[in-house]
């Protein structure tokens, strides 16, 4: 069997999948973009330049590739689990591997087209302005966080209905952005809500990863 | 391999012909050398769910070629049956065994197409795409153009799969089934929601993938779907084979009328009539399952003078079944009845 065409095949209809689908599109990269703008950009009078601008561009970025991987994987397997789809696939002689890496690779493909719009927004309206190097790396961090994000997406995938998996996905990436600090930064939290960010450790770390 | 998609179109060139031609291909002598595994072996499986006996010690084995239809009611077991031999059930006892070795193995899937039941594909893919998709998954699939044209898509070929009807959506799947090439395909309630003429199309590409050498099973409650395409017929009721035969002993078994009437007869004089195959009471009648519906209504007419309110009709699917799985109660009965005489 030829794998690397049934790679590119597999990754090809996912791709396909995810932009023929408004509903995971619109709230995929409109809404990073729009958060963005508006809190980032406009509220922040023009971003202001320095640190805090940089901090609101890494922080939107990674709320921009959290949606990709998670939807991509929790609502998207669990759909294709419920219609029986994933049972055709097992007794299809393809790797399970093989759909995982297709899912990921759509998951980044979509990441990519935000960050591609977001860093636009940043440069000419953000005051953001970067070394290339440092740009490569922020780069490099937002498309890494699609690894864990696509974990726990999948294990929302694997142990949802469909419809259920659209509820706990939407609130879990809401409530994660929120808490991670991803719309403001955490210091402007009210005193019981910064206490409840704080204990998402592992959250934290990405998040000072960004403003560094 | 492109003159079979042709043939189905025009259907001008006889089955013999078609038999001959694909004889004669590189690929199929290298098919034949590699199939001489034997494509399904069950001995003394078992399935539980939960209380619920879903299959119970059955011993079924499936030699290359051919048409086996599984028959049964619903939740008979068919599907069960059919989930075990495609790896994604495990039998709870017993051994399964597919090209003699274990269900679901990589080297089995590349050889096995199934159309499976309550499937869906993604809604947003085109049926092209979906079939390209398949087809990449097995070493040596049919082109694209020539599945299509088998399951009759061709010009639905760019339509999404969401805005196509139940029965194209039904082919697209038989087109996923078919499309890599199988020597072993599996139809689970393949003609379900497929209005006639669809029915009769699919029925005809599944007689022809058996002309060219597959081995075919198909679950169907029709019974006309299994006397129409099948060469053998396997009956499961309760999780256990009740018949397995050529497709003629079946029907012959199964086939014959239905009486119903009103009677004073007793069910056991009735029973005793040699033609006489099950005789139950239903409320204020008594229905009466015969091979011989003329000299059955003979015997009744001579020895009851009331018998009124007679209608005789041919036995349906439900007749059969009632028929097979009381066979062996009825059978009991008689021995019983035989001794205390």
Redesign the interface.
Known sequence: ??LL??LS??CG?EV??AF??PEYVIPTIALPVAFYTIFGVLMNGGGGGGQQAVYLLATYGVFATMGPSMFGFGVGVAM?RD???L??K??????AWIYLVAKLFAALIFSVCTLSILYSVAGWAGGVSLPRTVWATLLAVHLGVTIPFSLLGLSLGFSLKGNGAVAVTNILYLGLSLLGGLWMPLMMFPGWLRDAAHTDGAWRGWHQRGTT | MVFICQLTHTRLITKSTLKFKVKCSKRNEFEVTEDEATPIRLTGVSKKYGKVHALADVDLTIETGGISAILGPNGAGKTTLINIL???VAPGKGSAQVFDGTP?R?LA??R?G?M???????E??TVA?HI???S????DPRPVVETLALAGLRDLANR?YKNLSGGQKRRV?FA?AIA?RPTLVFLDEPTTGLDLEARQGLWQVVQELSDDGATIILTTHYLEEADNLADRIIVIDQGSIVADGPTAEIRARVGGKKIRCRTSLSEADIAACSEVRSVQRAGRYMDILTSDEVATLRTLLERDAQLTDISVTGTGLEDAFTALTKRNAALDSHAQTGAAA
Do not use: C, H
């Open positions: 069997m030829n065409g049934a095949r597999e209809a396909l999948k023929r689908a294709e219609r029986g789809w049972d055709l097992r007794v299809a002689p393809m790797p | 495609l790896g994604l679901g990589l899937r590349r096995i199934a499976l039941q309550d499937t869906e594909l993604p947003l893919l795409e390209a998709l398949f990449s998954y097995y070493p999404k799947q996923a890599g």
